[in-house]
């Protein structure tokens, strides 16, 4: 309650309820909940790379005195010293983005040093801050570089009792250097890390020459470099244009490297040999924000789910370093193929999608490029530069205000040691006669005896020439934007020596390099290829027999069931299908049921009408053709290519009107050029392939005329090897008829009866 509710007890409280309509009213509240999470929460300032949690926590490190040279303090200090004073959020939240300054797979250049658990790579969260440790990094120092030298503002925290710095002034580029990431409303933000040398040479580039193209900074400026390594395989036109316009994306992979193995190719291509042809595979680094705990179970997943028929095992070996072993199925599976494999079927390959949105010097949100980010930054360094100086400037002017009270009091030490001794309010009486300030006139009088040594009035004069000097320099630079430029590239070049590419912490991790074209593959590719019989019963129950059995052999049927279709096959083929209604379904031999049983009904595994019959089972030859034949005599010749089905549903191939059926599936051999139908009505029809048009779907064409009945049977044969038909009566016997220029017509025509001892089914 206020004081005027207090005073006046009457006040009715809903008198302060503002009558406004809702949605005006959420609009207004939403924009102020908005604007708070863009600009104080989750995108960071251009200047500094922080975003205020972390810029807090770093403050209040250094408060505390937690130096790289002292000793580590206990992690809950640190974030109850944050909560308290700077950042009223709960203790995990500062907890949590603490310890990610400090994991090293996290961050490129960490900025807290840990001591204690603060989690790993597996994605194992770090111990309760009651049992950890920290301080700060020379890279955290780097970046907080001129607190004390005036550099920036300081601002009241949430309670108005204490000071805090509103942004890091250092030079250390930590927005490129460590990245960014962050969703706030309505954008986000996604910056990866890159190579402080990298940066640092673009950057001296841009300095020399504003007008420089983007693509001379990115011959010095080569894209990610993340805190665990990895590949990043994306051609360089495809990073450049992702840096010119802020946003893009790029492919990132784990590197397979076998440090253990003998030859140099080996060790590139992560193979270790292990005698007897055997081989494994080793990874040694994988992609940015990817969990190796969740990586292993992944492809531990696709292992038992045989969607990774080449992979037999993989073993975590790791220690401080990152070792996963891959073991192949056999020892001739292709390390190309498996690698592509894991490529696209686990996280070993990721998409990191680049978005340079940050708040620049007006705490505006904008998506920069690089060029434009970098002049931002080198323009906030060359303010921090002017206000360090305007700073180290007045420090100059004040001491030398006293350093000439001083010299004035050693050159007339007698009288101001007379007025001291006889005076009752020396000051002014000193500021009268020697012409001196209520500054100087304090500090003589705050003069200790010992001081009045000769050799001190020398020291004074020396620090007097020095300080002028240095004072002299001082301006200079203020007033010369040349040398303000040149200042920032010598400070910049003494900052790469740190970070060059000969140093631990600087050295590249990221290797960029595009990747070769990938090796095609599918699924089939993977499965072990082995022979097998494939056996499909009257009624529809399908199973496969290892091996190539006899086709006339005695298979096992259920009560009622007998033999429909049996056919030889490998584990690798696929098998087509075809129902009466003219659609036609895809079957991959490795998935049908074993025959040790009778199998499983055929509609178990494909949605088949319940009323239609199958016409036909024939296994897939790539570039391999069909003939299809329905009873109404059209049909037409189809690339098996095209009538492949990838769905349950399969694919309607042969329209059929009425009460039409399809009744010949037939593969047409690559030597075959004519054709033969015969009817119900048993005349035979023979004519040129060519006349008979392929198509992947639709009616066909009438390929034979009939006056009552329909069609029978169709084949495609050779004609100079002639027409084979099977011979009734027991055996395996065939007859071919070689003289059959007679029932040779155009297609269409009704024909004329068989040769003599024709089959009186009218089947070939």
Sequence with gaps: MSTSDIENPESDPFDAIVDAPFDSALSERYLVYALSTITARSLPDLRDGLKPVHRRLLWTMRQLKLDPSQAFKKSARVVGDVIG???????????????????????????????????????????????????????????????????????????????????????????????????????????????????????????????????????????????????????????????????????????????????????????????????????????????????????????????????????????????????????????????????????????????????DATRTPLVMGLKELLGNWVTHQIEMLQRRTQHRLEKIASRLELLEGYIIAFLNLDRVIEIIRTEDEPKPVMMAEFGLTDRQGEAILNMRLRSLRKLEEMQLRGERDDLLKEQDELEKLLASPARQRTRIKRDLTNLRKEYGEDTVLGRRRTTIAEAAPAVE????????????????????????????????????????????????????????????????????????????????????????????????????????????????????????????????????????????????????????????????????????????PVMSRGQGVTLQRYRDGGLSDAVTFKLEDGLSWQMGGKGDRTRTETEIHMWKVARGAAGRMPPQGFPRDNRF
């Design 521 to 692: 593959f599918s699924m089939d590719a993977m499965i072990e290829k082995e022979p097998v019989t494939v056996i499909l019963s009257a009624k529809g129950w399908i199973r496969a027999a290892k091996g190539h059995v006899p086709l006339d052999g005695d298979f096992k049927y259920k009560e009622g069931d007998g033999p429909a279709y049996a056919l030889h096959a490998q584990t690798t083929d696929k098998l087509l299908v075809a129902a009466d209604n003219g659609r036609i379904y895809t079957l991959g031999c490795d998935k049908l049921p074993g025959a040790r049983g009778f199998g499983e009904p055929i509609r178990n595994m494909v949605d088949i009408d319940a009323e239609a019959g199958i016409a036909g089972v024939i296994v897939h030859k790539p570039k391999g053709q069909l003939l299809l034949a329905a009873s109404t005599g059209k049909g037409f010749a189809a690339e098996m290519e095209e009538i492949l089905a990838e769905t349950r549903k399969g694919k309607q191939v042969v329209n059929l009107k009425g009460d039409a059926k399809l009744l010949v599936v037939r593969p047409i051999a690559p030597e075959h050029d004519h054709v033969a139908v015969v009817g119900d009505n048993r005349k035979l029809v023979v004519f040129n392939l060519e006349e008979m």
């Design 85 to 359: 004073k700077y950042h009223p959020h709960g203790d995990s939240a500062v907890y949590d983005a603490m310890v990610r300054l400090a994991q090293d797979f996290a961050l490129r250049y960490p900025l807290v040093e840990g001591q204690g658990n603060f989690g790993n790579i597996d994605g194992d969260n770090a111990a309760a801050y009651r049992y950890t440790e920290a301080r700060l990094t020379r890279t955290a120092m780097l970046l907080m570089q001129g607190l004390d030298e005036g550099a920036v503002d300081f601002v009241p925290t949430y309670n108005g009792e204490d000071e805090e710095p509103e942004l890091m002034p250092g030079l250390f580029p930590n927005l490129l250097a460590n990245g960014a990431s962050g969703i706030a409303v309505g954008m986000a933000t996604n910056i990866p890390s890159h190579n402080v040398a990298e940066i640092i040479d673009a950057t001296m580039e841009l300095i020399d020459n504003p007008h420089v193209e983007h693509s001379r900074l990115m011959e010095l400026f080569h894209g990610p470099d993340f805190a665990t390594g990895g590949l990043v395989v994306d051609s360089p036109e495809i990073i450049s244009n992702a840096y010119e316009t802020g946003r893009g994306s790029f492919r990132v992979r784990g590197r397979f490297h076998a440090a253990e193995a003998e030859k140099d190719e080996d060790k590139q291509a992560g193979i270790e040999r292990l005698g007897g042809g055997q081989w494994q595979l080793v990874v040694s680094e994988i992609p940015y924000q990817v969990q190796k705990g969740k990586l292993i179970e992944q492809i531990a997943q696709l292992i038992a789910d045989k969607k990774l028929p080449i992979l037999e095992d993989v073993r975590d070996e790791s220690d401080e370093n990152i070792r996963l072993v891959l073991v192949p199925r056999s020892r001739n599976v292709d390390p190309e193929l498996l690698k592509e494999s894991l490529y696209k079927l686990t996280d070993l390959e990721v998409r990191f999608g680049l978005n340079l949105n940050v708040l």
